[in-house]
C-alpha cells in the first residue's frame, strides 16, 4: 500500500483558497486518490477522489499530475467551519485493498 | 450518500469488563468493513479488515483475542473490546464499502468514544 506524506498543519484566512498537497511515490498503478475530511470524534468525511488529471466537484478540486505521485486537494475560498483534519489516502480496488491512513493535515482557519 | 451508523456514540465501563460497538451499513451491502482506533491528535490507526462471512483479518500489533471483530452479514460488523483497561480508552470507528468492482466509496461510522475507569 502506497504511504503518502503531508504537512502537518496548515493556517489559512477566511475565504482564501487553500491548496494541500499529498505525496505518494509508491502509488501503483490502480490505486486511486481519495481525500477525507475529519472534524474533532467525527468519523472522517468524502471530499474526493480522482485517478489522473483533474476532478472537481461542489467542495473541492483535486489536481493529480500526470506521474501521479502527487496530489492537491484545493479548497476555494475557505470558511471557518473547514478547519479540520484532512487525510490523503491512496488504494486500490477490490476486496483485499485496505484503507490506511497517514498522519493527515490539520487546517486551521481564521478570520 | 451511503450512511453507517455506529452505536453506541459513547460507552464508560469498569476495567475489566467488555464491551461491544456496532456498525451498521444502511443502505449498502458492506462486503468490507474495517475497524479503526484513533486517539486524541493523532490519525485513524486501522486495527482490522473484515469481509463478510470471513475472519477478520487483523493489523500488526493488534490483539485478535482483545478486538473480537464479527462480520457476520452485509449489513452489520461488530468489534467487542474484551477485558477492557484504562489504555482501552479511545476513539473508535468502523468504516464500510460495498465492492463492486473498480474503486468504490468507503462510508465512515460516527465513531464511538470509549471510556474504561
Known amino acids: 500500500l502506497a504511504k503518502t506524506t503531508q504537512p502537518i498543519s496548515m493556517d489559512s484566512y477566511e475565504g482564501q483558497e487553500v491548496n494541500i498537497t499529498c505525496s505518494h511515490n509508491?502509488?501503483?498503478?490502480?490505486?486511486?486518490i481519495t481525500w477525507y475530511q475529519q472534524f474533532p470524534s467525527q468519523g472522517p468525511r468524502f471530499i474526493i477522489q480522482?485517478?489522473?488529471t483533474k476532478v472537481t466537484n461542489e467542495v473541492a478540486s483535486l489536481f493529480i499530475p500526470a506521474d501521479r505521485k502527487s496530489s492537491t486537494l484545493s479548497l476555494p475560498r475557505v470558511s471557518l467551519s473547514d478547519t479540520a483534519v484532512y487525510y490523503c489516502?491512496?488504494?486500490?480496488?477490490?476486496?483485499?485493498?485496505?484503507?490506511?491512513f497517514g498522519t493527515g493535515t490539520r487546517l486551521q482557519v481564521t478570520l | 450518500g451511503a450512511v453507517v451508523s455506529q452505536h453506541p456514540s459513547w460507552v464508560i465501563c469498569k476495567s475489566g469488563t467488555s464491551v461491544k460497538i456496532e456498525c451498521r451499513s444502511l443502505?449498502?451491502?458492506?462486503?468490507?468493513m474495517f475497524w479503526y482506533r484513533q486517539f486524541p491528535k493523532q490519525s485513524l490507526m486501522l486495527m482490522a479488515t473484515?469481509?463478510?462471512?470471513?475472519?477478520?483479518?487483523?493489523e500488526q500489533g493488534v490483539e485478535k483475542d482483545k478486538f473480537l471483530i464479527n462480520h457476520a452479514s452485509l449489513t452489520l460488523s461488530t468489534l467487542t473490546v474484551t477485558s477492557a483497561h484504562p489504555e482501552d480508552s479511545s476513539f473508535y470507528i468502523c468504516?464500510?464499502?460495498?465492492?463492486?468492482?473498480?474503486?468504490?466509496?468507503?462510508?465512515f461510522g460516527q465513531g464511538t468514544r470509549l471510556t474504561v475507569v
Open positions: 480522482g485517478y489522473k
Open positions: 509508491n502509488i501503483a498503478t490502480n490505486d486511486y
Open positions: 489516502l491512496v488504494g486500490g480496488t477490490g476486496t483485499a485493498s485496505k484503507l490506511t
Open positions: 468504516s464500510a464499502r460495498e465492492d463492486q468492482g473498480g474503486f468504490t466509496e468507503a462510508f
Open positions: 473484515s469481509n463478510e462471512g470471513s475472519k477478520a483479518t487483523y
Open positions: 443502505d449498502f451491502q458492506a462486503t468490507t
